[in-house]
């Protein structure tokens, strides 16, 4: 499982990278990918349904976890904005039965189009 308490596991940025090859076996009827954020191997794939991160484990890679965070099971979420010292984005959403989870964003990563995306499935 996704260590969702330590952001700087995944330091996002936007991602033209679809992450197809793991998502595509899985997305429903209806599924479209809006947005794709990754870290150095782990990404996140927001959809017009749910959040879908991956995790990429192992020294190869061949390993991955992936978590479905249904839009409908945020209860609420907070974004801290980059400042002079700390030029990253910190999201944290708060999910009905799984609790807080936290995901870092680099300072360059327009995290706006990422809470109206949230918002529009979400609200």
């Known amino acids: ?6 952001p700087e596991h995944i330091r996002l940025h936007e991602t033209k990278d679809d992450f197809s090859k793991i998502t595509d076996p899985i997305l429903i009827d209806g599924e479209d990918i809006e947005a794709c954020y990754k870290s150095v191997r782990d990404g996140i794939v927001f959809t017009n ?3 879908i991160v991956i995790s990429v484990e192992g020294v190869t890679g061949k390993r991955k976890n992936i978590t ?4 409908n099971r945020i209860q609420t979420f907070s974004v801290e904005t980059s400042g002079v010292f700390d030029l990253d984005t910190h999201l944290e959403l708060w999910f009905s039965g799984l609790g807080k989870i936290n995901l870092e964003f680099s300072g360059h990563t327009d995290v706006r189009k990422v809470c109206r995306l949230i918002s529009n499935h979400a609200l």
């Open 68 to 71: 479905s965070l249904p839009y």
């Open 49 to 51: 349904k749910r959040m």
């Open 1 to 6: 499982m996704i260590d969702f308490q330590n």
